[in-house]
């Protein structure tokens, strides 16, 4: 974890800093920023990304050092990546300053989700200040989304984040393993893993604990629990890891909601898909209209009663297009065949 206190220290010119994608979806608050600027003494410290100029801590400092007349602040400089940058800058406005709302921290786990999949939800819990629930439940939403099927890689600046930061969709697999606040990896795949390493116990009984580790690509520890779970007849997966990987209840028409998200990874596996522009739009657009079974209660929540109409109004007229683009899809698919 990066300490803020321990950045270097220098005076930057304010012409100079951009104070675009912040956490706050909201953007400034001009009042927050004329309390700061009628507040006794110096300003202290904002935080910039040295790379991009771009302010993660402190953007209403900036206004209002400009509001004093002030052409210069002081600065702690930051040169790590653009995306841990944006991570640095959801941490410290969570722990000081104006709060970030509900919504904002929301969102930006989602970008985190996408910017660095291999976190766990208790990680990007912690940076954002949300429940480890709560995270997983944005990962479960954000899994449609094409970036989010990526391992981790050398990271880039993105080429044309949208208005929450989303990356453009990679054709990189789905990461295999997530980091731990403890710097620890741990296989995404964990219930799968202990199943092949208790089928692996029973025939090969003589095989070493280092050996059915190595196969089932789990650690030794882990190793030992499912000889033991399997000595005593239980089953080699944890009650947590069984619960988790438990198929999610059907709808009334018999189809699993995740159905949907299988298909999107299917298409992402599509190198006539994945390989092409058009291919990675589609799967980007696809994405972000995905509804699942378990948003609904959410999104019907969130539309104030004297605005209901207006929102049934257009969901209807979604499904409208949906149901034409169905159509003309198994048209397609008919003449194909």
């Known amino acids: 974890m990066i300490d803020i206190e321990h950045l270097p220290t220098e005076t930057v010119p304010l012409d ?9 979806l909201s953007g400034r608050n001009d009042e927050h920023a004329r309390v700061l600027r009628e507040a006794p003494g110096p300003l202290p410290p904002i935080v910039v990304h040295r790379a991009t100029m771009r302010v993660i801590d402190g ?21 790590g990546d653009e995306r841990d940058a944006f991570v640095l800058a959801v941490r410290a406005n969570v722990t000081h300053g104006l709060p970030l709302t509900l919504a904002d921290r929301t969102g ?26 709560t995270v997983a439940g944005v990962r479960r939403r954000s899994t449609a989304r094409a970036s989010q099927l990526n391992t981790p890689r050398t990271p880039r600046t993105p080429d ?3 208005a929450t930061g ?43 604990l280092r050996e059915i580790a190595g196969l089932a690509g789990i650690s030794p520890a882990t190793a030992r629990d499912v ?5 005593r007849g239980e089953d080699p997966v944890t009650p947590r890891q069984r619960s988790a990987a438990r198929p999610a209840a059907t709808d009334a028409d018999g189809s699993a909601p995740a159905v949907s998200v299988a298909i999107i990874e299917q298409l992402t596996k599509d190198p006539s898909i994945r390989l092409s522009d058009a291919g990675r739009s589609l799967l980007s657009w696809l994405g972000a209209h995905l509804v699942q079974p378990d948003d609904c209660a959410e999104v019907i929540a969130r539309v104030p ?27 397609c698919a008919a003449t194909a065949k």
């Open 16 to 24: 100079v800093l951009r104070t675009t994608q912040t956490p706050r």
């Open 59 to 79: 953007a209403h400092r900036v206004h209002a050092a400009r509001l004093r007349g002030a052409r210069e602040i002081l600065a702690r400089m930051f040169d």
């Open 108 to 133: 930006a786990a989602a970008r985190i989700v996408r910017s660095h999949p291999h976190w766990s939800d208790r990680a990007i819990a912690a940076e954002t200040g949300l429940s480890e629930h």
């Open 160 to 162: 044309a984040p949208d």
């Open 166 to 208: 989303a990356d453009p969709a990679d054709d990189l697999p789905q990461p295999t393993a997530r980091l731990g606040r403890d710097g620890r990896l741990r296989p995404t795949d964990g219930a799968r893993r202990r199943t092949l390493a208790g089928r692996l116990f029973a025939e090969r009984p003589d095989a070493t």
């Open 227 to 231: 000889r033991l779970r399997v000595s």
């Open 305 to 331: 009663p004297h605005r209901s109409d207006q929102v049934a109004l257009l969901a209807r007229a979604c499904a409208q297009n949906w149901h034409h683009i169905a159509h003309r899809l198994e048209e």
